[in-house]
């Protein structure tokens, strides 16, 4: 569990370091723009990736933390950038929306990488992997990546008044905001690295390693579903045709994915996914009844969650298994909203702001501890009861905005 705090951990002393610069200095991003913040984020991600490969000759597993602990650094600054960014392109209505998108085509990442690193790097425990060569083809996407950006005319957002030192932190919002993101951060990690384990006991499914490795790619993918769903649900730029066409064939569209890259792998097909077909249309409906509210749909998600959770302590076999994949459904629009929501008008403040929110990924790095320490005193199914406390706030979160709008 080193490696999430470690990094998530270097989101928290990244975000803090910026919003103590920007506080007592001056805003970075506010002067240097948006797109060079994500150039120098892109830049200390393409780095640590490049380092792992000498590291790799050390062969010590503390060692390896060093090159991650820099990709963590990379990640809080494109975090810091790009969150703000997406919600500055357009009308504020729409810009949990644009978030959704953006963190939909961002799941397609975190659906295939699991299916793909399960097949590659757990096939053969006995084996002895060389990290270092695929920590390079990770450094040179991030680099053409950096060259593809920096050729593109993207809008320019800075803020040339005067600094402020004003104190942030006395906007309700931000505070809240903050707690929410701590939370959500620390219940998503926790949940997701313990996944494999929870799989592989065999009161739940008894999975192989490699197996469950694939079905933490359908959980992730149950993400993807319900954020490009959403974009296309919540815009309200869209005509209610538009909307139901669009969400229901970004939903087909990743059920192919995963379907392919699971069977692809691992030679899974639809009769081993198909219980995540019921939680579907569960989805589908709450998003259209809330679709004009972006916190009373948070609200609802979260407490459904902690239904998912309870059902997975209660019972075991598939449905404890399949109430766990589901939650990567329901989890899927709590860092757009949750983000949107605690930034929204705040104008020239949102970069700051979003350095103090981008800290509370720290959570990350800490709630796999509590899980670790809870799983090996008891159980990992007790473990995962801890995540409830999240979800308990972040419906409080929803419905206390979801009053601040009105």
Same mark, same amino acid.
């Given at each position: 569990?080193?490696?999430?705090?470690? $990094?998530?951990?270097?989101?928290?002393?990244?975000?803090?370091? #910026?919003?103590?610069?920007?506080?007592?200095?001056?805003?970075?991003?506010?002067?240097?723009?948006?797109?060079?913040?994500?150039?120098?984020? $892109?830049?200390? !991600?393409?780095?640590?990736?490049?380092?792992? #490969?000498? =590291?790799?000759?050390?062969?010590?597993?503390?060692?390896?933390?060093?090159?991650?602990?820099?990709?963590?650094?990379?990640?809080? +600054?494109?975090?810091?950038?790009?969150?703000?960014?997406?919600?500055?392109?357009?009308?504020?209505?729409?810009?949990?929306?644009?978030?959704?998108?953006?963190?939909?085509?961002?799941?397609?990442?975190?659906?295939?990488?699991?299916?793909?690193?399960?097949?590659?790097? $757990?096939?053969?425990?006995?084996?002895?992997?060389?990290?270092?060569?695929?920590?390079?083809?990770? !450094?040179?996407?991030?680099?053409?990546? +950096?060259?593809?950006?920096?050729?593109?005319?993207?809008?320019?957002?800075?803020?040339?008044?005067?600094?402020?030192?004003?104190?942030?932190?006395?906007?309700?919002?931000?505070?809240?905001?903050?707690?929410?993101?701590?939370?959500?951060?620390?219940?998503?990690?926790?949940?997701?690295?313990?996944?494999?384990?929870?799989?592989?006991?065999?009161?739940?499914?008894?999975?192989?390693?490699?197996?469950?490795?694939?079905?933490?790619?359908?959980?992730?993918?149950?993400?993807?579903?319900?954020?490009?769903?959403?974009?296309?649900?919540?815009?309200?730029?869209?005509?209610?045709?538009?909307?139901?066409?669009?969400?229901?064939?970004?939903?087909?569209?990743?059920?192919?994915?995963?379907?392919?890259?699971?069977?692809?792998?691992?030679?899974?097909?639809?009769?081993?996914?198909?219980?995540?077909?019921?939680?579907?249309? =569960?989805?589908?409906?709450?998003?259209?009844?809330?679709?004009?509210?972006?916190?009373?749909?948070?609200?609802?998600?979260?407490?459904?969650?902690?239904?998912?959770?309870?059902?997975? #302590?209660?019972?075991?076999?598939?449905?404890?298994?399949?109430?766990?994949?589901?939650?990567?459904?329901?989890?899927?629009?709590?860092?757009?909203?949750?983000?949107?929501?605690?930034?929204?008008?705040?104008?020239?403040?949102?970069?700051?702001?979003?350095?103090?929110?981008?800290?509370?990924?720290?959570?990350?790095?800490?709630?796999?501890?509590?899980?670790?320490?809870?799983?090996?005193?008891?159980?990992?199914?007790?473990?995962?009861?801890?995540?409830? =406390?999240?979800?308990?706030?972040?419906?409080?979160?929803?419905?206390?905005?979801?009053?601040?709008?009105?």
């Amino acid at each position: 569990m080193l490696v999430q705090t470690t $990094l998530f951990g270097a989101y928290g002393i990244g975000a803090f370091t #910026y919003y103590l610069y920007s506080n007592y200095k001056t805003d970075l991003l506010n002067k240097i723009g948006y797109k060079n913040g994500i150039l120098i984020g $892109l830049g200390l !991600a393409a780095l640590g990736s490049a380092l792992f #490969y000498p =590291i790799s000759s050390f062969n010590t597993y503390y060692v390896y933390l060093i090159p991650l602990f820099i990709i963590g650094l990379g990640f809080t +600054i494109l975090q810091i950038s790009c969150n703000p960014y997406v919600t500055l392109l357009g009308s504020e209505t729409t810009a949990s929306s644009r978030l959704n998108l953006a963190q939909g085509i961002n799941s397609l990442g975190t659906t295939l990488a699991p299916v793909i690193g399960a097949y590659f790097l $757990l096939a053969d425990s006995n084996e002895t992997q060389e990290l270092g060569k695929p920590f390079l083809i990770l !450094a040179g996407l991030f680099t053409l990546a +950096i060259l593809f950006i920096y050729k593109q005319k993207l809008p320019e957002y800075k803020n040339e008044t005067k600094h402020s030192k004003e104190n942030i932190l006395k906007i309700p919002q931000i505070k809240f905001g903050m707690i929410a993101i701590f939370l959500y951060v620390g219940a998503e990690v926790a949940i997701g690295s313990k996944l494999v384990a929870f799989f592989t006991l065999d009161s739940i499914a008894g999975l192989s390693a490699d197996i469950a490795g694939a079905y933490v790619g359908i959980y992730w993918g149950g993400a993807m579903i319900g954020r490009l769903a959403s974009a296309f649900i919540s815009n309200n730029e869209l005509t209610l045709r538009k909307r139901v066409l669009y969400s229901i064939s970004s939903t087909i569209f990743t059920v192919l994915v995963i379907l392919s890259a699971i069977y692809i792998t691992q030679g899974l097909t639809i009769n081993d996914i198909y219980p995540l077909l019921f939680f579907i249309p =569960i989805q589908f409906i709450t998003l259209f009844i809330f679709r004009d509210s972006t916190s009373k749909s948070l609200s609802v998600f979260a407490l459904l969650i902690v239904l998912l959770l309870i059902i997975a #302590y209660i019972f075991e076999g598939h449905v404890a298994m399949w109430s766990i994949i589901a939650i990567g459904l329901f989890n899927s629009i709590m860092w757009s909203n949750i983000f949107a929501l605690s930034i929204s008008g705040l104008g020239s403040k949102t970069a700051k702001a979003s350095s103090l929110l981008i800290i509370m990924i720290i959570g990350g790095s800490i709630f796999p501890l509590l899980m670790g320490i809870i799983s090996d005193k008891f159980s990992l199914q007790i473990a995962y009861l801890l995540p409830i =406390i999240s979800y308990i706030y972040i419906s409080f979160f929803g419905l206390k905005m979801s009053k601040k709008t009105k």
